[in-house]
Nanobody, 117 residues
Framework: QVQLVESGGGLVQAGGSLRLSCAAS????????MGWFRQAPGKQREFIAA???????NYADSVEDRFTISRDNAKNTVYLQMNSLKPEDTSVYLC???????????WGQGTQVTVSS
């Protein structure tokens, strides 16, 4: 099993920035990629960004010019730098991991991000 713990959420004004962190522990060998999703009340879970062990990244169109995903392999931690935040970015942000390029298997509990207008 892999345990994922997110941190860094909070309340920020529109136009501001936040950096989320996701620390992985447990059986972290052979993790293919880690990613970030978000889910607002009453809405479907939405893919935000992902990064492979080799450092390849991909983003949702809605955040590509504003968010940056990165990882520190020595710390088993993935980050999501969020800039130019908008009220519509308000959501619970969840970290995820998978061992192959298929379904996301491991999930964190999420961290709340609230952007005020």
């Amino acid at each position: 099993q892999v345990q994922l713990v997110e941190s860094g959420g909070g309340l920020v004004q529109a136009g501001g920035s936040l950096r989320l962190s996701c620390a992985a522990s447990g059986s972290i060998y052979r993790i293919y990629s880690m990613g970030w999703f978000r889910q607002a009340p009453g809405k479907q879970r939405e893919f935000i960004a992902a990064i492979t062990g080799a450092g390849s990244t991909n983003y949702a169109d809605s955040v590509e010019d504003r968010f940056t995903i990165s990882r520190d392999n020595a710390k088993n931690t993935v980050y999501l730098q969020m800039n130019s935040l908008k009220p519509e970015d308000t959501s619970v942000y969840l970290c995820a991991a998978r061992r192959s390029n298929e379904q996301w298997t491991f999930w964190g509990q999420g961290t709340q991000v609230t952007v005020s207008s």
